[in-house]
């Protein structure tokens, strides 16, 4: 049974919006527009693009979970696979991955076996919780990204909340109340 308080004390958010220098912002808006052509398509608004060291983009990718009934078919994986083994691990330990919605549980973890050594993320797990609303098939593990990296015994730096009112544009009317 749940207590009282528990079930009228909304939860806090995650941490406030982060700055960010021009690269990421425009990587990070990059992702965002991919979000839209997924929702475009018909799939969870979520896009990720994948930028080596160099600054080069590695892998672009959105949600296609509808799309392919593949239910791991999120943003961060789809670049992932992408990438396959073409990309060394010490490039990836030095590559960011930029996700319009901060990762989920699975992508966290991918992301982690993958050795990539850093994330800046727009829309925070919380928030888009919020947009979802408590419909049981639109929930999620309530877990955030940087638990599963601080698990890691690797730093995997990670940046967001950011760009919060761009990256939530995709998400406005999509999900049903």
Do not use: K
Request: net charge neutral.
């Amino acid at each position: 049974m749940h207590h009282p308080a528990t079930l009228s004390r909304p939860a806090p958010l995650a941490e406030l919006p982060q700055a960010l220098d021009d690269s990421d912002t425009r990587h990070l808006r990059r992702a965002i527009a991919w979000a839209c052509t997924a929702r475009a398509r018909g799939n969870p608004p979520f896009g990720a693009v994948l930028v080596g060291p160099d600054g080069d983009v590695l892998a672009d990718a959105y949600c296609q979970t509808h799309e392919t009934g593949d239910s791991t078919a999120h943003a961060e994986m789809q670049a992932l696979r992408q990438i396959g083994d073409r990309v060394p691990r010490e490039v990836l330990a030095q590559s960011t991955l930029y996700a319009s919605t901060e990762p989920c549980v699975m992508c966290a973890g991918a992301i982690f076996w993958a050795g990539i050594g850093r994330v800046v993320f727009g829309l925070d797990a919380q928030r888009l919780r919020v947009l979802r609303g408590n419909r049981p098939e639109q929930r999620d593990i309530a877990l955030s990204c940087r638990t599963v990296f601080s698990a890691a015994p690797h730093p995997i730096d990670c940046v967001g909340p950011a760009l919060v009112a761009e990256a939530s544009a995709p998400h406005v009317g999509y999900w049903r109340a």
